[in-house]
């Protein structure tokens, strides 16, 4: 087994490709876009492209997988995760799953760009599959073109590693890398195309398995793939729950609905905006996966979705998170009933799902509020109605909760409205006021009858309200240097989102609130599906 980031050669990389091992391939070597059947992947060669050039990468990705600083900054890493080059052990291939989009079932998906490089083995003996993002395109590239371009992935690649240091289960990134060639979007489809420099990311996670790999076998009426599928998942990604039988799938079914439910408390405690919670974009290690559209709240509001595409429906609203999780279950168990041909099981799952949601969250606003506990009797109004307040003010969901932990049991009602008014983008009128105050008071009550010495509760809340997100605004700032050439702020962000729960010196700018000139600037508030 290789130790600790001691590998300078990247074909020394220990690969066990299991995904490609033990299920069934397509048959078809060629690269041409058409239906997969009875496959869970075709191989397909990333396309090489013609001048990579490093841009940033992530030391702990990299420590993770035991690869050395010298070697990621290597021309070698550069060309191999690029896609030029296959190391020694990988095997490139693209997977095949479909998904409900926009709650209609879209038939087969894929990765239409993205190519996974085969599964490393570290040294604690856990499998991160490699997987290329705008690698070119695979026979799931239906009319696109295969390629992604640089503002996507650096959004894709610096929130992977936000989230990730937010605590917030995740797949990974190990490097962003420019293609030296450019890629034509209508960023705002609107009949104006444009060039755009071409990226790649390299993500990583223990699989990439969506929800939509077992719909579109189910959907083929094809249940021999779906129980192989089925099967391997368990062995490979949950091995504690042993050999794969009926009871053992339920089992797993319900790990998947506590996972996928932990998940997305998570993104709630933060304020994170998914944007495209299509099926083919959840993971069946409930991982938060395909980093698109997606936001982060500023002004706390529950309607809101960073994707333009979901502007009129907002089904995809940070407030519709939860239940849209649960109507993706409801998918992936309609896809899992003809294995185990009964319903009741499956929907004792699903509610697994909605307790585990519900007792994760309690916990998780408590930890916000800086309580010892959540009082079911008396915190829902506390929470219910801080949630009014801060929507009525329109207050920085994120500086809110971090200037909280300044109030204390003896603070006055003045102190309160500073900080309402500090955090708010709006104008605190007498009703918002009178909310607030109204608030207030509980909120104090409430901290005097857990009686918490002040110093526990504010490092406590501190861990659970970040001070540094990737704001909407700073990661396009970042993206507008960096088609300048100038990559220091991606960097500096990245460097700043590892700490996210730590005040850091002169880094006051990353921790403002959203400015004026963001607020309608595409790219800081809204987002198109275009990358
Ligand atoms: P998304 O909702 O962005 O995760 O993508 C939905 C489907 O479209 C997936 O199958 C993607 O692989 C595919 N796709 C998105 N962009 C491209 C592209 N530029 N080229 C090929 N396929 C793409
Ligand atoms: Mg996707």
Known sequence: MPTQSNISNLDTLQFDNRFVREL????????????????????????????????????????????????????????????????????????????????????????????????????????????????GPTPYSRSADGLAVLRSSIREFLCSEAMHHLGVPTTRALSVILTGEQVVRDMFYDGNPQLEPGAVVCRVAPSFTRFGNFQLFTAR???DSLKTLVEFTIRADFPHLGEPSKAVYLQWFEEVCRLTAQMIAHWQRVGFVHGVMNTDNMSILGLTIDYGPYGWLENYDPNWT????????????FGNQPKIAYWNL????????????????????????TSTFEQTWRSMMADKLGLLAFDPVNDEALVADLASLLQASETDMTLFYRGLADIAMDSIEADFYSLLEGTSYGSVNSETQQLAGLWFKSYK????????????RIQAMNAANPLYVLRNYLAQQAIDLAEQEDYSMVRELLEVLRHPYTQQAGKERFAEKRPDWAKQRAGCSMLSCSS
């Open 330 to 353: 409801v998918q992936l168990a309609n896809a899992l009933y003809p294995l185990i041909q009964k319903a009741e099981p499956l929907q004792q799952a699903l509610n697994v799902y």
């Open 445 to 456: 009550a409430r901290l005097q009858r857990d009686n918490r010495p002040q110093p526990e």
């Open 221 to 223: 009426d094809d249940l």
């Open 306 to 317: 960073p994707n333009t595409t979901d502007a009129q429906g907002r089904r995809y609203r």
């Open 24 to 135: 069934p391939g397509d048959p078809e070597p060629d690269n041409y876009r058409r239906q997969v059947y009875q496959a869970c992947y075709s191989l397909v060669r990333p396309k090489t492209v013609k001048q990579p050039r490093l841009l940033a990468y992530s030391a702990e990705m990299a420590q993770q997988l035991g690869i050395s600083s010298e070697a990621c900054e290597s021309e070698d890493f550069c060309q191999v995760f690029a896609g030029n080059r296959l190391a020694e052990g990988m095997q490139a291939y693209a997977s095949c799953y479909g998904g409900h989009q926009f709650g209609h079932w879209a038939g087969q998906l894929g990765d239409g760009r993205a190519i996974n490089l085969g599964e490393v083995v570290d040294h604690r003996n856990q499998h991160w599959t490699l997987q290329l993002k705008g690698a």
